[in-house]
């Protein structure tokens, strides 16, 4: 069974603060996913990685970084956290390599909620 | 890219009624749709999906259809539970293609069921 854990359910920072959110998984998947999800406007994705040191932005990397150091790990970094960072963050990692399913199916964390004073 | 739009954003439904949840896609070359289910204070999980290749796919009380040519694909649930209620969000991708895994989600439909 998949398990991707995300370091804090719950986190609370001020305005200035850098902040880290980690997300592990489990399952040795290729690729690994950051998303924002806020009251109608769905999963908005920030980055994302398809390799050990490789990232990609998505459709909102503006004011976050990631980082990529080891396969199972996958860190968002808020560089200066502000009060619209605000939201709940998602992890998702897929494709198995190994096994050569070639999907793209996603498994998704239990999610950070960010609150910023 | 991609661009997945998602109607209606919000859906209320007695029980033992259906529900249909319908998207639209805009890239052709898309072949890979999923539907995800997230309950409240939940994580979203795959519930069904659907390749290109294929116009239908059934599990127990939900369905999802495919209409290439219109590329339009739509989450059918009968006999709709209080459990059903929840998010959905639909999406797609192109799989084994150059998005590196990407999935472009459509912004969710909250379902509700009344008893």
């Known amino acids: 069974d998949v398990k991707v854990t995300q370091s804090s359910r719950y986190l609370v920072k001020r305005t200035g603060e850098k902040v880290f959110l980690e997300c592990v998984q489990d399952m040795d998947h290729e690729n690994m996913f950051w998303y924002r999800q806020d009251p109608g406007l769905g999963l908005r994705l920030i980055y994302f990685s398809y390799d050990v040191k490789m990232k990609e932005k998505g459709d909102i990397p503006e004011g976050y970084s990631v980082s990529r150091e080891k396969k199972e790990r996958f860190s968002l970094i808020l560089e200066s956290a502000s009060t619209n960072q605000t939201s709940m963050y998602l992890c998702?990692?897929?494709?198995?390599?190994?096994?050569?399913?070639?999907?793209?199916?996603?498994?998704f964390g239990p999610g950070t909620r960010l609150t910023v004073l | 890219g991609e661009n997945v739009e998602q109607h209606p954003s919000t859906l209320s439904v007695q029980e033992g009624d259906s529900a249909v949840i319908k998207c639209t896609y805009s890239?052709?070359?898309?072949?890979?749709f999923p539907w995800y289910k997230q309950e409240l204070g939940k994580r979203p999980q795959l519930i069904i999906d659907i390749r290109s290749n294929v116009g239908e796919k059934k599990d127990q009380r939900i369905a999802v259809t495919l209409n290439k040519t219109a590329k339009h694909f739509s989450l059918h649930i009968t006999e709709t539970q209080p459990e059903d209620s929840a998010v959905y969000f639909c999406?797609?991708?192109?799989?084994?293609?150059?998005?590196?895994?990407?999935?472009?989600f459509g912004r969710g439909t909250q379902l509700t069921v009344w008893p």
């Open positions: 998702a990692s897929s494709f198995p390599l190994v096994t050569r399913e070639t999907t793209d199916t996603q498994y």
């Open positions: 999406a797609a991708s192109k799989e084994g293609g150059s998005t590196l895994g990407r999935l472009y």
């Open positions: 890239d052709s070359a898309s072949n890979y």
